[in-house]
């Protein structure tokens, strides 16, 4: 006996237009590739500021980073930083150290 699964498309006729359209642009999201965004000078002071509060007190921080055309979120604590090769050292705990490139930093934020 063959099982004719159609899918998703059984449960649209079930789903309201604004739930499709945004299950669409979700796809297109996650599908489609992701310019690496333009940081500004004060965003880029910002980011500094928030890279010295986590290696002064040990803070938790939230990494968005641009790899392979997508943005990366880490979350982690610093452990170390290289200002010439451009390197930190972040503990994400689940795998250890991870190198974060400062260039491929687009945002940061503070958790705890």
Not at 10 to 23: A, D, I, N, Y
Not at 86 to 95: F, P, S, T
């Amino acid at each position: 006996m063959q099982i004719n699964d159609r899918g998703s498309k059984k449960w649209t006729s079930m789903m309201l237009v604004e739930h499709r359209e945004g299950l669409k642009k979700l796809d297109d999201r996650l599908l489609n590739d992701v310019e690496k965004p333009l940081l500004e000078e004060d965003k880029l002071e910002e980011l500094d500021m928030i890279l010295n509060h986590g290696v002064m007190e040990g803070k938790l921080i939230k990494f968005r980073i641009y790899k392979n055309k997508r943005i990366e979120i880490i979350e982690g604590y610093i452990k170390k930083t290289n200002p010439v090769e451009g390197i930190i050292q972040v503990d994400i705990r689940v795998n250890g150290l991870v190198k974060v490139w400062v260039k491929s930093i687009v945002d940061m934020e503070i958790l705890g």
